[in-house]
């Protein structure tokens, strides 16, 4: 073999190395940057990439997928001095692939230091009892901050989030006994209360049922009033027919008016409960009487139905007496 081919067979061997050397694979996800004599040039897409061999090199390899960051735990004092230790989770993603590489040394150390600060200068303006109960406002104000102060370094802060927020041990049972206090209070305050409204209820259905039985006593007194009030309308009228009837010399009308009473007397008498024996200081011979006007008056009327009315002439009965 003469010496020319040896050369070329060099210069192929030579050239293929060259371009071996300037072939790079760029995975999915990620960017490399080049570097000329030391100068950032252009970042090369993922797949197939070519570069100058000793001439041009790849800088850094830059993951462009959304990453996730742990914020380690630290002790913060809050407005109100209390310690508390508290950690959280950063997501971010790389867009800018230079400034990223070439604007900021350890990009995720300076994300972490960046998280570490701002959470205690956000907790360190609240009061203990928001930071417990407000974790979405933390998280939107440190989401503000940190964008915004990583932004010149070509990267997306998506999501901060709060883990843990915890108290000292003694400070943790202080809450535990007043929140236990509280619901005492709240379960003392309400007995209280259901025992005002139970006695509320029962003085109104008193007052009710005192008001329905008053109501109730008058409307008895009316009508009892009501009925010896007709009562007395019929014993006047009746007194009064007695009265024209004696006055037109119908004497038969006050036999049967004191036979009526005294017959209503008698039975009030028998009729006691406690009247065994009735004594009657009075003669019979009365009663016999009065009985004989009434059958006088039963005569006179039947017989004046019989006759038709023909005969306008009225016997007169008798009031037998009795010495």
């Known amino acids: 073999m003469s ?3 040896i050369v070329v067979i060099l210069l192929v061997i030579f050239a293929l190395v060259v371009v071996f050397m300037g072939v790079t694979v760029v995975p999915q996800g990620s960017q490399f940057t080049v570097e000329r004599f030391g100068r950032y040039t252009r970042s090369l897409a993922p797949g197939l990439g070519l570069i100058l061999p000793f001439v041009d090199r790849i800088g850094a390899r830059l993951n462009m997928m959304e990453q996730v960051l742990d914020i380690p735990t630290q002790e913060v004092i809050t407005r109100d001095n209390a ?7 950063l997501f971010y993603q790389v867009l800018d692939a230079a400034k990223a590489a070439y604007e900021v040394r350890d990009l995720e150390r300076a994300v972490q230091n960046l998280a570490q600060t701002n959470l205690r200068t956000v907790l360190g303006s609240m009061d203990l009892d928001n930071a417990l109960s407000n974790r979405d406002d933390i998280n939107v104000r440190l989401l503000h901050v940190i964008d915004q102060a990583s932004t010149p370094w070509g990267i997306k802060v998506t999501r901060v989030e709060i883990k ?3 108290p000292p041990v003694d400070l943790v049972e202080a809450m535990a006994r007043q929140m236990k206090a509280e619901r005492e209070k709240r379960a003392v305050v309400l ?3 259901g025992f005002r409204q139970a006695e509320i209820l029962k003085a109104e259905g008193e007052k009710k049922s005192a008001i329905l039985e008053a109501e109730g006593r008058r409307e008895a007194a009316y009508r009892d009033a009501e009925a010896r009030e007709r009562l007395a309308q019929a014993e006047a009228k009746a007194t009064l027919d007695v009265s024209e009837a004696i006055a037109k010399g119908d004497m038969q009308s006050i036999n049967y008016f004191v036979a009526q009473k005294y017959v209503e007397a008698m039975k009030e008498i028998g009729s006691a409960r406690n009247s065994k024996v009735v004594l009657m200081p009075m003669e019979a011979s009365a009663l ?4 004989g006007g ?9 017989g004046n139905n019989n006759t038709g009315g023909s005969s306008g002439t009225r016997s007169t009965g008798s009031v037998p007496s009795s010495e």
């Open 288 to 291: 016999i009487g009065s009985l």
């Open 164 to 166: 843990d927020i915890t």
């Open 83 to 89: 310690m508390v230790e508290v950690d959280g989770v």
């Open 191 to 193: 007995e209280a209360e």
């Open 294 to 302: 009434i059958g006088s008056i039963a005569k006179e009327v039947f």
């Open 3 to 5: 010496g020319f081919a």
